[in-house]
Nanobody, 125 residues
């Protein structure tokens, strides 16, 4: 399994931006589907976005047009650029990796075998 470490979370006002980073312990770009999930207490973990080795991306409807997932293959780092943040984006954000090819639903957390520890994002109104 690949080890994942998130960073970049914090507190921001509504309308602001944050960029999350996820550093992987090994090369993931050609062998893993990478994703961001988020979770608030009492709710299920929600898929935010994912990217596969071909560069194809998926986004939750709630973040389309505001969030952008990308990866720097040379740095083994996954990013999530979050713009126009809303209070409802407040959550603990997790980075996850699933061996490629991945046949399940991209937003099903059960298909991902490696997880980071999470980074908190808080958006105030």
């Amino acid at each position: 399994q690949v080890q994942l470490v998130e960073s970049g979370g914090g507190s921001v006002q509504a309308g602001g931006s944050l960029r999350l980073s996820c550093a992987a312990s090994s090369h993931t770009a050609s062998t893993y589907c990478m994703a961001w999930f988020r979770q608030v207490p009492g709710k299920e973990r929600e898929g935010v976005a994912n990217i596969n080795p071909a560069g194809s991306t998926n986004y939750a409807d709630s973040v389309k047009g505001r969030f952008t997932i990308s990866q720097d293959n040379a740095k083994n780092t996954l990013y999530l650029q979050m713009d126009s943040l809303k209070p409802e984006d407040t959550a603990l954000y997790y980075c996850a990796a699933a061996p490629y090819p991945y046949s399940g639903s991209w937003s099903n957390p059960g298909g991902y075998s490696s997880w980071g520890q999470g980074t908190q994002v808080t958006v105030s109104s």
